[in-house]
């Protein structure tokens, strides 16, 4: 019995459907044009050819300088149609909808390392929710790796040195594949995983099954251990800027540039503090490279984005972040 050759993957995500629908179109116009091309081509061989009794060079034509333009605009338009709706897609794939749930990946050699905001960790299997979007923000403890689900059609660069980011809404629940695509070394063939995406009530249940404590809540501890507080505190005489409200917010620079607290903001001031030096500040932290893992970074960017954003700022070491589990205790920022 011969096995079941898939000769396309399953559409399922929203994305997977228009890229589909694009390359079909690619498909057509580059076959129709190739097959109109080697038909002239066979025909003008046959029809001009050189007859018995030719002699001489073969008399002038006529060019028609209204099939050449023609011939050079219409392929522009069809071209520029290609262009218009492969970067409406593009921008669609790779710019997440605003209420889309964050999941961190951490790729190394050879394996992928996932963290959800609820405090699941998983290694080489993902789970998500189908009819939900979800944001993946990725980045590489070692060598470039490539984050590729085919099934969703999603493809994204996980670098050394820096996040990345690329979004699905899945359709169907399911297992399906998932690849690094960029050549990372001998075990390169090795980095494989899976993406499963479960009915809303079934992820919900998974998702609170043995979770070690949200996200924020572990940054909240690796933030006091390494004892961040000392400096960065609600106070607005600390000599650290306000952690409070800070991520999305345009943060102004000492050099007079103005940048936006994001993630890649927040990992560059732990490991690079100087940087960006924040404007009224000075430049007295020391880094952290080399002390904190990609993991622990993501923790304390998670802790970070969980602090308030409106109301009366509280103190970091006295503010639990809001989980599903019960509250942790206050720590005491001078143990």
Same mark, same amino acid.
């Given at each position: 019995?011969? &096995?079941?050759? &898939? ?10 459907? /228009? ?71 593009? +921008? ?7 209420? &889309? ?40 403890? /070692?060598?470039?790796?490539? +984050? ?6 999603? %493809? ?13 809404? &899945? ?5 399906? %594949? ?53 400096? %960065?505190?609600? /106070? ?25 607290? /994001? ?73």
């Amino acid at each position: 019995m011969f &096995a079941e050759v &898939a000769w396309w993957p399953p559409e399922a995500s929203t994305t997977a459907h /228009d890229v589909d629908k694009l390359l079909y179109f690619h498909l057509s116009v580059c076959g129709a044009m190739g097959l109109l091309v080697a038909f002239l081509l066979i025909f003008f061989s046959v029809h001009y050819r050189r007859r018995p009794g030719d002699v001489g060079p073969p008399p002038d034509t006529y060019q028609s300088h209204a099939l050449e333009w023609f011939w050079t605009i219409t392929p522009l338009f069809v071209f520029m149609v290609m262009f218009v709706w492969g970067g409406t897609i593009y +921008f669609g794939a790779y710019r997440a909808p605003d209420d &889309a749930t964050p999941v961190y990946v951490v790729a190394r050699q050879w394996m992928w390392k996932f963290q959800h905001p609820e405090g699941q960790r998983e290694i080489n299997t993902l789970h998500v929710p189908a009819g939900r979007p979800v944001k993946m923000i990725i980045t590489s403890e /070692d060598v470039i790796h490539s +984050f590729f689900v085919p099934a969703f059609r999603v %493809h994204m660069d996980a670098l050394p040195g820096r996040y990345t980011s690329v979004w699905f809404h &899945a359709t169907k629940p399911g297992d399906y %594949h998932l690849f690094c695509s960029q050549f990372c070394g001998t075990n390169h063939a090795g980095m494989v995983g899976t993406v499963t995406v479960m009915e809303p009530a079934a992820y919900q249940d998974w998702l609170h099954l043995n979770a070690d404590g949200s996200l924020a809540q572990r940054g909240r501890q690796t933030f006091l251990r390494y004892r961040c507080v000392s400096c %960065h505190s609600a /106070d607005e005489h600390a000599r650290a800027p306000v952690l409070e409200e800070l991520f999305g917010r345009q943060v102004p620079l000492a050099d007079g540039r103005t940048v936006v607290a /994001d993630e890649a903001y927040i990992r560059e001031s732990i490991l690079e503090p100087g940087a960006k030096i924040v404007a009224g500040y000075q430049n007295i932290m020391p880094t952290f490279r080399g002390q904190v893992s990609e993991e622990e970074i993501i923790e304390l960017i998670a802790f970070i984005k969980s602090l308030p954003r409106s109301g009366t700022p509280r103190r970091v070491e006295n503010y639990p972040p809001p989980t599903t589990t019960p509250p942790i205790k206050p720590l005491d920022p001078r143990r």
